[in-house]
């Protein structure tokens, strides 16, 4: 009965992971069909050595805490808020969900215009009121932060979809009781709401993590890893070796250490839910 | 070089004959004593009628022209051609990945010498093959009347003799400046800085920079002198290797024919010597009086600043110069040569070739063949240049011999991209071309450059410490 669907997972996912296993042991050639020479550990020998891959492993880490801190703090806040209005929710919920819906290279695009100094309308408004006179996309930190926000702005709404079914499933007598017994918004918040979506939350976090390690799109648009390497992130970085330079054998031991840091980070997550009783 | 040598006995024959059946059909009327010849043979242009051609080609102003007007090659030959415009970078990987794939659907290819030919030769058809075959039209008028250095340029790698691709496009970096700035401020210019400000040949990177601070202190109809197209990527390197080469610096020993024919081998890079590191320190003053936008801008983003009337001259493109035209500036702009260093003048040169990929049944790469020969022909030049979605740059000489062509080079012009000739007909003389290193692991090459130089311009690196990890990181990649 299994032996089907095994074959189907063999075929969609454990071969080419073993694929990619092998070509990280291999120099790679792509001319006149794929071709493999033998090279033992020294992709691996180099991914630990290499100053420009550790450079944008640290980049990538900033940019992991950043963009996936800030939308747990947003998501949540957000979904707080709606979870009490009681007019016209469903139409705020269908605005603020509208930025997940926009294919990532479109939001990357979107952001390279608006912070352009050419013709960049927030580009313009900064540099008119002071707060920024330098150009947004040119300068290391401006840059890290642009592509940060750009990347906040359109995930929030999926840290706040999540929370905002967590909170719509817990169970209104318990929260009516606490009212009854005095308790006050923060109280009821720290002691019943945060324990009760505390699953849920972990589940936001497990995705965005997931999702924020492999991340591409909005940076390669904009600043394509520059200036100075400041948002070159390690997907970025794996893609100019496989694609740029034709080391696939190297990019397949980058690509394998990314998906290792995933593996680790979600068996974390997993790990809290499962202390919490949420998963078995 | 076959190029160098004169009409073949075989040329000779196809162009008495069914090869001049072909040119005939281009209409080349205009362009040459062939269209004298009759048309007995559609045969050759008709053999694979009923074929679809998949052409992959970066999102540039001659293909977009192509694309409008594929109708007279498919009355010609009954073939199809679908075409995929790329941004390059995505353009190299749907490359690679098709060369690899055991079944290749790429029939033609927008061969960059750098990041498409040097890397994949292999994967590329000799084109002789085909130039030299009775059963298909040659190249009209001969690769001779190719412009030289971009043949060589464009369509070889390593070997003076195998040809993979035809010069299809030849974009160069020429200065453009505002000239009704100049013309307000030239007097004033003149007394404040102690020379002729006028652009031409004889100005010097240095003055350049003069003159850019003068406008950045003096002009309020621009926000900047000038600015640059440095952000973090191919854009960099362009713009920094015109001040390398006109300080005397190189990125190998052998430069020019590393440039021209490429090499496999090209030795120990030269990066770390003195002038590379003035080159660098000079590049760097620039881009601290240049718009602040620089680090940021590519070659597009620079060139819409610049249409925007934000800066008074720039390092550009020449195949630009139908959107200037086009734009607020239009009739106020000038063109020249870029400024000339303590070694000489150099302009990058960005020319592309047309490719066959190797790797198909023959039948399709014959098709392909055809395909090449009406692209790079001399009326589909000319139909380029005048063509409403952005023009092209020819690269036969016997186009820009041609009246109308001539009479364009000055306003009113109904081919603005002409207007900069006088100015990138110098820049292609083969001491004045820039051409960047053909190697195969250019693509690295580049990428360990403009990274190096994005961080000497964060004030990250030194000019000198830049050079010298840029110097490492080509030795690196070239296996030295």
């Known amino acids: 009965m299994l032996l089907p669907a095994l074959l189907l997972l063999a075929a969609l996912s454990l071969f080419p992971f073993f694929y990619i296993i092998w070509m990280s042991f291999n120099e790679v050639s792509l001319i006149g069909g794929i071709n493999f020479e033998w090279v033992g550990l020294q992709n691996w020998t180099d991914l630990v050595t290499d100053p420009d891959v550790r450079s944008s492993w640290i980049v990538s880490g900033i940019y992991f805490i950043a963009t996936v801190g800030l939308e747990m703090f947003l998501g949540i806040s957000i979904a707080l808020l709606l979870h009490e209005t009681i007019w016209g929710k469903n139409l705020a919920l269908s605005i603020l969900l ?54 906040v702005w359109e995930w929030t709404p999926l840290i706040v979809l999540i929370v905002l079914a967590g909170l719509s499933s817990m169970p209104l007598p318990v929260l009516e009781a606490a009212k009854m017994d005095g308790a006050n918004y923060v109280q009821r918040l720290r002691h019943i709401v945060a324990p009760l979506i505390s699953g849920v939350v972990i589940v936001a976090l497990l995705v965005r993590s997931m999702d924020a390690i492999r991340y591409y799109d909005i940076i390669a648009i904009t600043t394509n890893g520059g200036p100075a390497d400041a948002t070159k992130i390690i997907p970025i970085r794996l893609y100019e070796t496989a694609f740029r330079f034709q080391e696939l054998g190297y990019a397949a031991a980058i690509g394998l250490s990314m998906l290792a840091f995933s593996i680790l980070v979600a068996n974390l997550f997993v790990r809290i839910l499962k202390q919490q009783g949420l998963a078995r | 070089m076959r190029i160098s040598r004169g009409l073949s006995r075989r040329d000779f024959l196809k162009m008495s004959g069914a090869g001049l059946a072909g040119a005939s059909l281009l209409g080349l009327a205009g362009c040459g004593e062939e269209s004298s010849q009759g048309s007995s043979s559609g045969g050759m242009w008709e053999q694979y009628k009923g074929m679809t051609l998949n052409f992959i080609s970066e999102n540039t102003a001659p293909t977009s022209a192509i694309a409008a007007n594929l109708k007279p090659f498919k009355d010609l030959t009954g073939i199809d051609v679908e075409i995929s415009q790329l941004e390059l970078g995505s353009l190299v990987q749907k490359v690679s990945l098709d060369v690899s794939s055991g079944d290749p659907t790429i029939h033609v290819i927008y061969a960059d010498p750098y990041q498409v030919m040097a890397p994949f030769a292999a994967a590329l058809a000799d084109l002789n093959d085909f130039n030299e075959d009775d059963s298909l039209p040659s190249v009209p008028k001969g690769l001779g009347d190719f412009i030289p250095t971009q043949l060589a340029a464009a369509g070889r790698f390593d070997d003076p003799d195998t040809l993979y691709a035809l010069p299809y496009d030849a974009p160069t970096m020429i200065w453009m400046y505002r000239q009704d700035l100049f013309d307000k401020y030239g007097d004033q210019m003149s007394q404040d800085l102690g020379f002729d400000p006028t652009p031409s040949e004889k100005i010097t990177w240095a003055q350049y920079y003069d003159i850019a601070k003068w406008f950045n202190d003096n002009a309020d109809e621009v926000e900047y002198g000038t600015g640059q197209q440095a952000k973090q990527y191919d854009s960099l390197m362009c713009d920094f290797s015109n001040v390398l080469w006109a300080y005397g610096g190189d990125y190998f020993d052998n430069g020019v024919q590393v440039g021209k024919i490429g090499a496999k081998d090209p030795g120990p890079a030269r990066l770390d010597e003195a002038k590379a590191v003035e080159a660098a320190e000079f590049y760097k003053k620039l881009n601290e009086i240049s718009h602040p936008g620089s680090t940021s801008w590519d070659w597009t983003a620079l060139d819409e600043a610049f249409r925007a009337g934000e800066l008074a001259m720039v390092p550009n493109w020449h195949e630009f110069a139908a959107g200037v035209e086009d734009s607020k500036l239009g009739g106020k702009v000038g063109y020249e040569r870029l400024p000339t260093g303590p070694a000489r003048s150099a302009s990058m040169w960005g020319g592309t070739g047309l490719g066959i990929n190797g790797e198909l049944e023959d039948d399709e790469q014959r098709a392909a063949w055809l395909f090449l020969v009406w692209a790079t022909s001399p009326e589909t030049q000319l139909s380029g240049l005048k063509s409403n979605v952005g023009g092209g740059t020819p690269t036969r000489q016997s186009v820009y011999e041609l009246p109308e062509v001539k009479k364009a080079q000055h306003r009113p012009s109904d081919m603005p991209n002409i207007l900069t000739y006088p100015a990138v007909s110098k820049a292609w003389e083969p001491e004045n071309i820039g051409l960047r290193p053909k190697v195969e692991e250019w693509n690295e090459c580049d990428t360990v450059i403009y990274t190096e130089l994005s961080k000497m311009l964060a004030g990250d690196k030194s000019p000198e410490q830049a050079m010298k990890d840029a110097k490492e990181g080509f030795d690196q990649a070239n296996g030295v």
């Open chain 1, 98 to 151: 509208m930025p997940m819906f926009v294919a990532p290279v479109i939001v990357g695009l979107l952001g390279r215009f608006l912070v352009d100094s050419t013709y960049g309308l927030y580009a313009w408004f900064l540099d008119r009121t002071g707060l920024i006179t330098w150009e947004i996309l040119g300068s290391k930190g401006s840059a890290l932060l642009a592509v940060i926000l750009m990347d």
